[in-house]
Each structure stands twice: as C-alpha cells, then as structure tokens.
C-alpha cells in the first residue's frame, strides 16, 4: 500500500508516495513523477506580517491603560462609539486574515506537476483565478536553474525555466526547493 504524500510538501519526487497524487487534468496513461511549489521558507515573510498584525493591536492594547493621559486618555477612546470601535477591530481581524487565506492559497495551489507526458503548471491568482500552461515532454528544449541571493544559498532554492520549441509558452517557475535535483529529474524524462 503507497503512502500518501503530505498535502503541504514542497518538493516531492518520491515515486512510492506520488502515487496518490492526481489532478484536474491527468490523462489516463499519466503517471506523476515530481510535484513542486513554492519553497516553504519562502512562506516566513507573510506569515510574520500576519503575526505581527495580530500581535501589535494586542501589545497596544495591554500597554494602553499604562501610557500618559494625553496619549491614551478620554480623547482617544471617545473618539468613536462602542460599535464603531467593534467594526473597526472586525475589519481590521476580517483584513488580517483575507491576507493570511490570499499568501496561503497562492503558495498551495500553485503548483508544477511533472509527468511521465508533460509538465504541466497551475498558477492560481487568489481570489477565485487560476491558469494551466502545459507543455509536452517532447516539445522541451532546455530546462535551467539559477540560484542565487543570500536566502536562496542557504536554503537552497531557486528558479526553474523550462523552455519548449517554438511558438508554445514556456515555463517558469520561481523560488522552488532544490532546483538542481528538480532539473535532473526533468532532464532524465526527456525523450
């Protein structure tokens, strides 16, 4: 029995969990050999915005009855009433995390599926927009990676560029774990 991959995996090339890999558009005689996103690491920027939004309303909250009156005094709490001061801090929680579910879903379902037929690329635009570029095993030309920056060195990432004959779109994918490995392993499924 093949394990299932874990959902949130980055970089997954292991052939006994990518059997239970499937997606929209896989024909019947297509076999997943590679999954790819967006490294994890790359995630920490956004995910400390949002902590952060979260924490400094609180901080100022907590240090607020500490402060001087003519910083934290009637003045600024009558300012609004109750109510307006509920739906500002709704909107501000509801703002907070539309942020967090957006960066969330552009890095979870923009995902690149190499098969033993075609790379195939999903680039989903949050909210409610995605788009599929394909392009045949035998159309490829060359695929390449750069590496480079300080982030990109010490966590080994970088970004992929699959380039197809002709006229076809090519393929580009940025900041993807291990780009070396994944350009072999594309390379050894070339025709």
């Known amino acids: 029995m093949a394990t299932k991959m874990n ?12 059997t239970s890999v499937h997606f929209e558009t896989q024909r019947e005689n297509e076999v997943v050999r590679l999954v ?19 924490l400094i309303p609180l901080l100022i909250i907590k240090t607020l009855p500490q402060l001087p009156d003519f910083i934290s005094g ?25 942020f967090a579910f957006v960066n969330f879903s552009n890095w979870f379902y923009n995902v690149l599926f190499v098969t033993n037929l075609r790379v195939v690329d999903i680039n989903y635009r949050a909210p409610f927009h995605s788009q599929t570029t394909q392009a045949q095993l035998k159309e490829v030309q060359d695929v390449r990676y750069t590496q480079g920056g300080l982030f990109g060195i010490a966590f080994n990432y970088g970004n992929l560029f699959v380039q197809t004959a002709g ?3 090519n393929i580009q994918l940025t900041r993807i ?6 350009q072999e392993r594309i390379v050894q499924l070339l025709p």
């Open 167 to 169: 006229t076809k779109q």
């Open 177 to 182: 774990p291990n780009p070396n490995i994944v």
């Open 74 to 98: 009637p003045h600024i709490t009558n300012m609004f009433s109750p109510k307006e001061w509920q739906l500002a801090g709704f909107l501000y929680v509801i703002t907070i995390f539309y």
């Open 36 to 54: 790819l996103r967006r490294d994890t690491i790359t995630n920490l920027p956004w995910i400390l915005t949002t902590l952060a939004a979260i």
């Open 7 to 18: 959902p949130f995996s980055s970089f997954v090339y292991d052939p006994v969990k990518i």
